[in-house]
């Protein structure tokens, strides 16, 4: 029994190696110069160099207007991220519940439509989308980069099977208490979602800061940069044989994936909820 | 489609609550899908300027194409295999940390870390660490006799890709076995512990049946996954090199349409893949209901 | 009555975030609209690293120099990503003021009507004197039209040439090669200390397109794209097979190194000093003074005496300027002194020096002569010289429609021959046939 449980251990950390190595990697050799890293390569073990990549990458702008600093870009993603969170659940929320709870005609067409947004991922459909944004004049805007990511309807589906879950009684015992549906909304509902509202944001916070093609097509004013842009700049000029500050490049990779990561870990909990739920 | 028994039957009310979505779908969804529907019939112009109804030559060109028809097979392949090699490692691992007491949940955090990575960002470490200049994967390669260069060999690029894609997976994966696993009741344990002697039969005869439905609905998300969401990732590692072997289906989308300005094309290739991810959604579907019986 | 008040918040809530929208778009439109102060213009470009602060520095330069204008110039990507950027935000009127398009993009956007607005007719309208052969030979006519009137102002002009590192080729005994055949004879001497010969950057551009203007071959008809809408591609000929069948020979035989289709990976091998010879652009000159840690010279393009003898100039590469159509009078003013300073022949130097990329103007390369520089640094002439030697029928340049496509193809071909997974015929062949498929497209599209 013993023999075996040392070999599950082993197992899982060799998984565990398997994930963890790349950015282990990335995260010791920004700690070294730029020098040393073209002459050795990238490094197992955490340098002399401590953390001044990571105070270039947030600090120094990249771009010809000084704003697309790493500070710039982590808060546009942080934007990015909450924004399509909060509106993606706000609108979700508010769907399912008048799916579910109110009669109303044409349901089923409704219900369709929605549906319907599952079958053509933004990539697809890229070019359109943007003549639209851009018609509506939405062009570097965070109106223009999150409302349109918004039109999947992944959480409103979620909402409604949660919705559905929850006992008659509770409607009707809200009914003779004579609570009107926007009372009945706010204070059954809404508080009786609030787990499931805090896996979703986990999910949604994830998927928003990492959006990569419709950043870069929707903006052309360096302040609105977000740090997934960022890495895609470090490429362009690692693709035109031009030597990047090594350091800071992996420095702003590893930036960019430390807050997501982090949401992940900290609400460990909520985030298997959330990913289990929302891919249902 | 609302199944509660007791509902409100106010009349504007529902209106307001469904409003927002059903404005933002139609504006930047529905919209722009016609569009692209419409355009797939049309020969235009980079820039706009002028459009002709050409019926369907987009889709003839396509479907002569034997560029198309190889980004098609190589896409199937991709997702196959990204699918099998992910849901196979993610289920050992899952296996284990089920196993295991101790740690289970330290383990399960470093597990799934991973899946907050952005795909750009795993395509560019990626790109670091089998770099030719400073990579120690190519190093270590290298001293194995393996002269890794995914910008010139087919096999050395897709097999990157399938690692990649792999890696960024795995999490996802592990998370619905483990899910799956704990969900199988101790009293089925224990009764399967009584009745087969050794753990791997116990696990093929009892454990892996049960987690059957879970696999089979994880297929599908893993297949929509290798489809869609790898996107960045080749963007960032492959750009669909060497000689178009590692371009998928959504890739040569935004070639074609995108950095090639050619609308019409790129709009039926749309059509095509909605097409394709509208028989998946029905294979979905399909299982579910299936599901249900068990 | 608590129904009508919550009903009431509601609609509130609703209003707020609907006027949230609203105001947010006319904020943003205002920003651009309400230009009271100096005029302001977008320069959409494609130079990365140091290129790119080249150019952020000459912007700074404008707008300090005078109050009227301001420039601010935007990094797209690639190439191919900004004049995707500029395409999508023409379509729907967002397009910025100033776009560089490269070589291959030319015909999308000159044969567009309405598109782009002449840098000749901007320049005469807003009362500075134009005249088309103060630019070198070589770049005058590249992004004109039919009849000779200057669309596109050329900005960041180069050509290819050979890289050689001094040092491994004086240890092989060899000078750098002027034809193929010698370099056959050099890559074999090279191979015996232990080095491959060569490698090349950019396959379309160095292998087709400038193979040809080299030994001024046609490569399709209608005048090379300059005098119609070109309908045949004429990659598939006899020479270019020629060609091709020595490169894929030198392959096996350890004389050409390929290290994919990405620009860097084939310069880095050169600058890692795996291979003696790079034919780069003579726009690399700047990057490589920075990163190469050896001394290297630069020559013209080698050309294979059994095609032609008495080899003439190759093409204007790089990009150009182009003043997007549909804005402001006050706009395209601020275009055209900015236009007017880039051209200037202090300004030109001073790019030419920076990055390699070769002055526009004779009266820059007379300065540049004059101030002593080609004696101090004799390789950073040799693309200007590349481009003033004679030229020929076929050398003035080519227009063709959706060329990106088919340089792509070209890309996608080239990495099967050099994998082994094509034969030279069937190569060309391929890119015969895409390449011929995207000109009949584009040619429907032109009306």
């Known amino acids: 029994m013993n023999r075996s449980h040392w070999l599950d251990h082993t197992i899982l950390w060799v998984g565990i190696l398997f994930l963890l190595t790349p950015v282990w990697l990335l995260i010791a050799s920004s700690t070294h110069s730029t020098q040393t890293i073209l002459q050795e390569g990238l490094q197992f073990l955490p340098g002399s160099e401590g953390f001044a990549a990571y105070k270039t990458a947030l600090t120094k702008a990249t771009g010809f207007t000084d704003t697309a600093t790493g500070y710039r870009m982590l808060l546009n993603s942080t934007i990015m991220g909450l924004g399509f969170a909060i509106g993606k659940i706000l609108i979700s929320m508010m769907a399912a519940y008048a799916l579910v709870y109110f009669r109303i005609p044409f349901a089923g067409f409704l219900f369709w439509i929605i549906f319907s947004t599952l079958l053509l991922p933004l990539e697809v459909r890229i070019v359109p989308s943007y003549d639209v944004v851009s018609q509506l004049g939405l062009l570097n805007s ?75 097509m929707m903006t052309t004013e360096e302040s609105y940069y977000t740090i997934i842009m960022g890495i895609k700049n470090i490429l362009s000029v690692i693709r035109e044989s031009r030597v990047p500050d090594f350091n800071v490049a992996f420095a702003l990779v590893v930036l960019s994936l430390v807050p997501p990561v982090a949401v992940v870990i900290i609400f460990q909990r909520w985030f298997i909820q959330g990913l289990v739920e929302s891919e249902k | 489609m609302s199944n509660k028994r007791v509902q409100f039957s106010h009349s504007a009310i529902p209106y307001l609550f469904i409003a927002p979505q059903m404005l933002i779908i139609l504006i930047f969804f529905i919209w722009p899908a016609l569009q692209a529907f419409y355009l797939s019939f049309m020969l235009e112009d980079p820039w706009g300027l002028s459009r002709e109804f050409v019926g369907l030559r987009n889709y003839l060109y396509l479907f002569k194409s034997s560029e198309y028809l190889s980004t098609f097979l190589f896409t199937i392949f991709y997702s196959a295999m990204v699918a099998g090699l992910s849901l196979g490692l993610a289920l050992v691992l899952a296996v284990k940390a089920n196993a295991v007491i101790r740690f289970q949940s330290t383990y399960r955090v470093l597990l799934t870390w991973v899946y907050a990575v952005a795909p750009a960002v795993a395509g560019i470490t990626a790109y670091f660490i089998f770099n030719r200049h400073i990579g120690v994967m190519y190093d270590l390669l290298l001293s194995m006799g393996w002269d890794f260069s995914p910008e010139t060999n087919a096999f050395d690029a897709t097999a990157l890709l399938i690692l990649v894609s792999v890696w960024k997976q795995v999490p996802v994966n592990f998370v619905f076995f483990l899910a799956g696993l704990q969900g199988i009741s101790k009293a089925v344990r224990e009764a399967a512990a009584l009745d087969c002697a050794s753990p791997s039969r116990r696990f093929w005869t009892i454990t892996f049946p049960l987690l059957a439905p879970t696999t089979f609905f994880l297929l599908v998300i893993n297949l929509t996954y290798a489809f869609f969401e790898t996107f960045g990732l080749i963007d960032t590692l492959t750009r669909g090199a060497p000689g178009g072997a590692t371009t998928t289906l959504v890739y040569k989308v935004y070639q074609d349409g995108f950095l090639g300005a050619d609308l019409g094309l790129s709009s039926a290739q749309s059509v095509v893949l909605m097409a394709l991810v509208l028989s998946l959604t029905f294979f979905q579907f399909r299982f579910i209901e299936r599901k249900v019986h068990y | 009555m608590n129904k009508m008040i919550q009903a009431i918040i509601a609609g509130v809530v609703v209003i707020a975030a609907i006027a949230f929208f609203v105001v947010n778009n006319l904020s943003n439109n205002s920003a651009t609209t309400e230009a009271s102060g100096p005029v302001e213009v977008q320069w959409w470009h494609a130079m990365g690293g140091s290129l790119g602060e080249t150019v952020n520095a000459m912007a700074e330069e404008f707008n300090a120099s005078q109050s009227d204008f301001i420039v601010t110039p935007i990094f797209k990507g690639s190439y191919e990503e900004t004049i995707t950027a500029g395409i999508s935000a023409f379509r729907s009127g967002e397009a910025p003021h100033i776009i560089q398009i490269f070589d291959a993009g030319a015909a999308t956007i000159i044969n567009a009507k309405g598109a782009a607005k002449s840098v000749e007719d901007i320049m005469t309208e807003n009362g500075y004197d134009f005249d088309i052969t103060d630019y070198i030979q070589g770049v005058r006519y590249f992004y004109a039209d039919a009849n000779d009137k200057m669309i596109g102002m050329p900005f960041n002009s180069s050509t290819p040439v050979l890289y050689y590192n001094k040092a491994i080729l004086d240890e092989a005994g060899v000078t750098p090669p002027k034809t193929w055949e010698e370099f056959e004879m050099t890559a074999e001497k090279l191979k015996a200390q232990g080095h491959i010969a060569l490698s090349q950057s950019h396959t379309p551009w160095i292998f087709f397109e400038n193979f040809h203007s080299r030994h001024n071959l046609q490569i399709a008809d209608k005048d090379n794209g300059f005098s119609g809408l070109p309908t045949e591609l004429m990659y598939n000929n006899p020479e270019l097979t020629m060609h091709f069948e020595h490169v894929k020979e030198w392959k096996d035989k350890g004389y050409y190194g390929y290290y994919g289709k990405a620009w860097g990976d084939n310069q880095n091998a050169f600058v890692a000093q795996d291979v003696a010879m790079w034919i780069g652009s003579s726009g690399s000159f700047g990057g490589l003074k920075q990163s190469a840690q050896f001394d290297f010279g630069t020559t013209y393009l080698p050309y294979w005496n059994s095609v032609n003898s008495n080899p003439g100039t190759t093409f204007i590469g790089g990009a150009a300027l182009f003043a997007m159509a549909g804005h402001t009078d006050a706009e395209y003013k601020a275009v055209a002194a900015f236009f007017d300073y880039l051209t200037k022949a202090e300004t030109q130097y001073f790019w030419h020096e920076q990055t390699g990329y070769v002055p526009i103007t004779n009266a820059a390369y007379e300065l540049a002569k004059k101030d002593g520089y080609y004696a101090a640094n004799p390789d950073a002439e040799v693309g200007i010289q590349q481009l003033s030697l004679h030229g020929s029928e076929w050398t003035k340049g080519y227009r063709m429609g959706f060329y990106v496509q088919t340089r792509e193809s070209i890309y996608r071909e080239m990495d099967r021959l050099m994998a082994g997974e094509t034969t030279v015929a069937d190569m060309l062949k391929a890119i015969e046939t895409d390449g011929n498929r995207n000109l009949e497209r584009f040619a429907e599209t032109v009306k």
């Open chain 1, 142 to 216: 965070y109106t223009g980069l999150i409302v349109p990511l918004i039109a999947s309807a992944t959480a409103t589906f979620y909402f409604q099977q949660f919705y559905k879950t929850i006992p008659n009684e509770l409607l009707e015992a809200a009914q003779l208490d004579n609570a009107g549906p926007f009372r009945f909304f706010f204070d059954i509902l809404v508080p009786l979602s609030r787990t499931m509202i805090a896996a979703m944001f986990i999910i949604m916070f994830v998927v928003g800061w990492n959006q990569y093609l419709w950043p870069i």
